[in-house]
């Protein structure tokens, strides 16, 4: 029987939420089941308050990239978050993630507008290791998307990107929106989080200090 990952879930939103990166209803998180189907919040929901009726359980095609409502799915009155076909995306693109978290922060916001570019450089900070970066000097980028109306077209706009080139890191940027890591645990997507919101302030605080990145 497998365990149900929606009360770790809501001890990690309650925690971003207090951050201040899940303010609001913004963010979502969610997390695949054995059976292929995943956990994700619900829309429209608070962050800092969630139950587990707060979730919505997915049903993913693999081959499409598509999502739908879990057959089994209990709680039919709330609709999955509306970056939902980002996570399903993510989870076809990258068998080995388990989870999928996406938050809004103020400094994820202010980094995305440092470069006009598709890529955004990152310092050769230690942090790097947490996500399986372990070079001397390391030449790390994170990849920007553009926002758009559509979450959809957001999703495809990774697909399409991520076929062609792997990521360095398990990370992406949406510029003026939010960052989103994946992970093969809960525990470590929330460590990639709190990592690259670590770089994130470090680029903020640096660049305001006139300090070259």
Not at 23 to 52: C, E, H, Q, Y
Not at 164 to 186: E, K, N
């Amino acid at each position: 029987m497998s365990i149900d990952p929606r009360p770790t879930l809501i001890a990690t939103a309650r925690q971003f939420y207090e951050m201040g990166w899940m303010v609001g209803t913004a963010g979502n998180l969610s997390a695949r089941m054995p059976d292929g189907n995943f956990w994700i919040t619900a829309s429209g929901r608070p962050k800092g308050r969630l139950t587990n009726d707060d979730f919505v359980l997915m049903t993913l095609n693999p081959c499409q990239g598509q999502v739908s409502l879990a057959p089994t799915q209990p709680n039919s009155h709330r609709s999955p978050s509306a970056e939902t076909s980002i996570h399903a995306v993510i989870y076809t693109l990258f068998p080995d993630a388990q989870a999928c978290y996406h938050v809004h922060s103020i400094e994820a916001n202010l980094v995305s507008r440092f470069v006009s570019s598709d890529t955004l450089p990152l310092p050769p900070l230690e942090m790097l290791k947490g996500l399986g970066v372990w070079e001397e000097n390391p030449q790390v980028a994170i990849p920007v998307f553009a926002n758009r109306l559509k979450v959809p077209l957001i999703a495809s706009e990774i697909c399409d990107r991520f076929k062609v080139t792997t990521p360095q890191i398990p990370a992406l940027l949406i510029r003026d929106h939010g960052v989103t890591v994946w992970a093969s645990s809960l525990e470590s997507a929330s460590n990639y989080i709190e990592i690259v919101e670590y770089i994130f302030r470090y680029m903020v605080a640096a660049r305001k200090i006139g300090f070259g990145l």
